[in-house]
T-cell receptor, first 112, second 115 residues
């Protein structure tokens, strides 16, 4: 069983929809939680960065961390065709430096 | 400010050869990490360098090695290439103001194909 599980999709939604992306994890040592967006033939781009539990909002994006359930989420409001990409969750433990454990990524397509 | 720069962008090698990939971090960033991305395994951590020292290592064979120079630029080397080494190799940099996790900024990667 992988340390981080993520539904690979693909997920297809109409423009303007609210998108919910999720990851579950098994390692209780994870304290840092990130969401990256990756376009085809590009490197991952950091979208959201959270330490420990709670919510964080940045524009149309909201990240939630529920450590008791070992579950993290990314919500995208008013989705746009430019949001079409692969979304990767990533996590790191305290003292782990920049050693991130990634989910496999969810492919999202926002259609006109 | 320029982002993380990786060269070359594409590389084709044959089994048994060795390869060296290069990474220039964002100016002022002192930590460089390397990741391998494949369709089957996703993104996997290779190693992290800070102040020319490897401070973290993933679960890859010894054929994978790296180094960091005094200007923070980094190289990774793969010797005795195998077909399974075909992947996108990503470099990421961070400020490294502490030993804790920081925001990582990725380059566009080097696409390695082993024939």
């Amino acid at each position: 069983q992988k340390e981080v599980e993520q539904d690979p999709g693909p997920l297809s939604v109409p423009e303007g929809a609210i998108v919910s992306l999720n990851c579950t994890y098994s390692n209780s040592a994870f304290q840092y939680f990130m969401w990256y967006r990756q376009y085809s033939r590009k490197g991952p781009e950091l979208l959201m960065y959270t330490y420990s539990s709670g919510n964080k909002e940045d524009g149309r994006f909201t990240a939630q961390v529920d450590k008791s359930s070992k579950y993290i989420s990314l919500f995208i409001r008013d989705s746009q065709p430019s949001d079409s990409a692969t979304y990767l969750c990533a996590m790191s433990a305290v003292g782990g430096g920049n050693k991130l454990t990634f989910g496999t990524g969810t492919q999202l397509k926002v259609e006109l | 400010k320029a982002g993380v720069t990786q060269t070359p962008r594409y590389l084709i090698k044959t089994r048994g050869q060795q390869v060296t990939l290069s990474c220039s971090p964002i100016s002022g960033h002192r930590s460089v990490s390397w990741y391998q991305q494949t369709p089957g395994q996703g993104l996997q951590f290779l190693f992290e360098y800070f102040s020319e020292t490897q401070r973290n290592k993933g679960n890859f064979p010894g054929r994978f090695s790296g180094r960091q120079f005094s200007n923070s630029r980094s190289e990774m080397n793969v010797s005795t290439l195998e077909l399974g080494d075909s992947a996108l190799y990503l470099c990421a940099s961070s400020l490294a103001s502490s030993t804790e996790n920081e925001k990582l900024f990725f380059g566009s990667g080097t696409q390695l194909s082993v024939l």
